[in-house]
């Protein structure tokens, strides 16, 4: 969606980490997520963050959120091969998901 | 716990058919909705359930018809299929406006 907008590629190495940007628009989002999709499924939620707070950690992710900014990103330490996939940030107000493009994420040897 | 289940996975169809692509949830969530994908342009949402008997348009609501007759069943209906409409179609449901979306696992539809 136009509200939010992400990088369309990443390529990493094998163990290195992964930054992944968002910015979004919409200032009275109250929940901010990170999607991933692998080949030919579905969407499965990564993790997500609340609006009043500025990061969260989840074993290998971290999610920063700086709301000054707008600037939402997640971190993916010792990346995998198993990682390659595209993630989706996305923000929510009230029922609706407001999607970015997407940013394809591949995982080099 | 099947979660949300979409049918068909595929689906091919001249200009002008009409199909419906289905969407069920067994985990009594209110919300429902349905999303299209197409490449580098992310999700749109194309029409949206807070609960039985209710819907309303999402952004690209246009040559799509829904109803939600059932707390379960979201129904996605395609009048007369375009070739701009060939994309990848996904159902979500979630148990308010403040909790986790839960998706299927898509329906690939090309228009021929």
């Known amino acids: 969606g136009e509200d939010v907008e992400q990088s369309l590629f990443l390529s990493v190495r094998e163990g290195d980490s992964s930054v992944i940007n968002c910015t979004y628009t919409d200032s009275s989002s109250t929940y901010l997520y990170w999607y991933k999709q692998e080949p030919g499924a579905g969407l499965q939620l990564l993790t997500y963050?609340?609006?009043?707070?500025d990061m969260k950690q989840d074993q290998r992710l971290t999610v920063l959120l700086n709301k000054k900014d707008k600037h939402l990103s997640l971190r993916i330490a010792d990346t995998q091969t198993g990682d390659s996939a595209i993630y989706f940030c996305a923000e929510k107000d009230d029922y609706k998901l407001s999607f970015g493009a997407g940013t394809t994420v591949t995982v080099r040897a | 716990n099947a979660g949300v289940t979409q049918t068909p996975k595929f689906q091919v169809l001249k200009t002008g058919q009409s199909m419906t692509l289905q969407c069920a949830q067994d985990m009594n969530h209110e919300y429902m909705s349905w999303y299209r994908q197409d490449p580098g342009m992310g999700l749109r949402l194309i029409h949206y359930?807070?609960?039985?008997?209710?819907?309303d348009q999402g952004e690209v609501p246009n040559g799509y018809n829904v109803s939600r007759s059932t707390t379960e069943d979201f129904p996605l209906r395609l009048l007369s299929a375009a070739p701009s409409q060939t994309s990848v179609y996904f159902c979500a449901s979630s148990r308010n406006a403040y909790t986790e979306a839960f998706f299927g696992q898509g329906t690939r539809l090309t228009v021929v």
């Open positions: 963050i609340f609006s009043n707070m």
């Open positions: 359930s807070v609960g039985a008997g209710i819907t």
